[in-house]
């Protein structure tokens, strides 16, 4: 660009609308590229450029002016002008013009699988740098993926007002979370970025209790099982028993037999759809709010920390693992307890000892029902309920134990319209 076209643009510029005199002002320098750069290196240099500009932009308290942000304050005539100054000695004088007290200056250098990408943050009134930030990436994708934390890091500092219009896209949310931020500050004097901090922990904060409570609850399910099992097994060695004494099955010794096992059956599923019902609730994230990742003005050391699992979600895997296991040792239960207690029945029918309850035979007519009821019963049960039941058990371990770091961040939000 010419002096003279340079002095055009320039008196177009002071007479272009300014913002506010309370509002610091940065521009966005152009990338410095070393002479040896490639192609590749300088086909990607804009597109970096751009990125950073907007991230910049989402996170400073100042207002970020690019090429395109002066450009869009200029007519055609100087548009074209400008579209010719790409040094940064020639946008200097342009930020003179707009009165812009920040500079933004980056430089990339690319050496063979590495990328290092370094900014600075420029008060040019004082000739100083005021922050510095930088990466080394292994691509360029990778690189690109850092200048959120390089944004961040340069507007360390910046304050962002709760009325600002842009307010919804810098935090990353929708509305709501907007209106509820301006809530939290209205009439005090808290600080926007440690009330929206802990508005974000608040709401998105996994639920402890209730972790601990799907756990134990599958937790109670497979105890249930366990000791139905440990009773039956028992009952059963006595059935036995009482049936060689009464030359049949005996009534009492036969209900109690098909009887006292359901309770804990029933208990056993009760429990498990209780624990599916919590983690129903659990998958909602009622209360939730949506936070992009990419989005300002927080603690991000304290997000960190919050999305760490606590006692509840650290607990309760293991809580529902045990439910699983114990479901699984049931029928082992039950024939354990049958086979020690049956040679102890065997010993008593030997030396004619007699059984802790004497009863009579059933009739002939019933006792092949009620012995395919006795003998077929927990065989279906061992076969279809309890093997169901511990793989419940054990996919909601699974599961638990897979959610209990949950992200408190989304990877993106459409803000409400």
Do not use: Y
């Not at 913002?19 to 804009?46: C, G, H, W």
């Not at 699983?324 to 000892?353: E, K, N, R």
Request: glycine fraction near 10%.
């Amino acid at each position: 660009m010419t002096s003279s076209a340079l002095l055009t643009t320039l008196l177009l510029l002071a007479q272009a609308p300014q913002p506010a005199a309370d509002t610091a002002r940065a521009v966005v320098l152009p990338l410095q590229l070393p002479a040896t750069a490639s192609s590749e290196v300088k086909a990607a240099a804009p597109g970096i450029e751009r990125a950073l500009t907007d991230r910049l932009a989402r996170h400073a308290g100042f207002k970020v002016l690019s090429r395109a942000d002066l450009q869009a304050a200029l007519g055609k005539e100087a548009q074209a002008q400008l579209s010719g100054c790409d040094a940064e000695s020639c946008l200097a004088e342009v930020a003179d013009a707009l009165g812009a007290e920040l500079a933004v200056s980056s430089r990339l250098v690319v050496e063979p699988g590495l990328w290092s990408f370094s900014v600075s943050l420029l008060d040019r009134r004082a000739a100083r740098a005021l922050r510095r930030a930088g990466v080394k990436a292994r691509s360029l994708d990778a690189l690109m993926a850092s200048l959120d934390q390089i944004a961040r890091q340069l507007a360390q500092g910046s304050r962002i007002s709760a009325e600002d219009p842009e307010l919804v896209k810098r935090l990353g949310t929708t509305e709501a979370g907007t209106r509820l931020l301006r809530e939290r500050l209205a009439g005090g004097d808290a600080d926007l970025a440690t009330e929206w901090t802990r508005i974000i922990v608040e709401h998105n904060q996994e639920g402890e209790v209730l972790a601990f409570l799907e756990g134990a609850a599958v937790l109670a399910s497979g105890a249930q099982l366990l000791v139905g099992g440990f009773l039956h097994g028992f009952l059963m060695a006595q059935w036995l028993f009482a049936s060689a004494e009464a030359g049949g099955p005996p009534p009492v010794a036969s209900a109690l037999v098909v009887l006292v096992p359901i309770p804990f059956l029933v208990g056993s599923l009760g429990a498990l759809a209780f624990a599916g019902v919590l983690a129903l609730v659990d998958m909602q994230d009622l209360g939730r709010l949506p936070v992009a990742r990419h989005g300002c003005c927080r603690d991000e050391e304290v997000v960190r920390d919050a999305a760490e699992p606590g006692w509840g979600r650290k607990v309760a895997p293991f809580l529902a693992g045990l439910g699983g296991g114990f479901a699984a040792s049931s029928v082992g239960a039950s024939g354990l307890m049958f086979f020690s207690i049956f040679p102890v029945t065997l010993l008593m029918l030997t030396f004619g000892l007699s059984a802790p309850f004497r009863e009579t035979a059933v009739r002939d007519d019933v006792t092949g029902t009620l012995q395919d009821i006795i003998v077929r019963g927990p065989f279906i049960i061992g076969c279809c309920f309890i093997p169901v039941v511990t793989l419940v058990s054990l996919a909601s371990a699974l599961g638990l134990a897979l959610t209990s770091g949950r992200d408190l961040l989304d990877d993106e939000v459409e803000p409400a319209k």
